[in-house]
Every structure is written in C-alpha cells, then in structure tokens.
C-alpha cells in the first residue's frame, strides 16, 4: 500500500505511516481545494485494484478524509489530524 500511495506523493509533500493500517499525506504541492480531493480520489482508485501477496490477491478497503489546515482550528499538529480522522 505504501508503494501505491508513494507514487502519489510529490517531492514538496509527505507521506508517514500513522499506525499499522492508517497513512497520513500532508500535501503541500497543492493549495486548490478541488485539486486535494483529486488527489484523495486518486488515493481510493489506486487502493481498487487487489495487492498480491504470497501468490494471493487480496483486496483492500480504504477511507480518506480530508483536513484543510485553518491557524484558528488546528492549534496544534494533533488537531489537524483529528480532524482528518473524523472526516
């Protein structure tokens, strides 16, 4: 999955695995909020196809939610994120 979504990622953004079955992207190669959820659209089709593993395919599920970063709500790192997970 991480390979997947590292194809995603451009050199200004960033890619972390949050725990073992969540990722965080923080993207700053894009301000437009119409081109973040393009990229979260293309997070979810590049998940559709099945990951082969020890010659087996298995498919996987994902959820994206989406935090724009606003100064007056995300006063600290942890808010963000927060919110993210609840979208």
């Known amino acids: ?24 992207m923080i993207v700053r190669s894009e301000n437009d909020p119409q081109a973040i959820i393009a990229i979260a659209e293309a997070i979810r089709k590049s998940l ?5 593993f020890n010659e087996r395919e298995v498919s996987v599920t994902a959820s994206v939610g989406i935090a724009l970063y606003d100064p007056n709500m995300h006063q600290q790192r942890e808010d963000m994120l927060k919110d993210a997970l609840v979208a």
């Open 48 to 52: 559709l196809t099945p990951i082969t």
């Open 1 to 24: 999955i991480a390979r997947r979504l590292m194809r995603l990622v451009q050199t200004q953004d960033t890619l972390a695995r949050v725990s073992s079955d969540e990722f965080a």
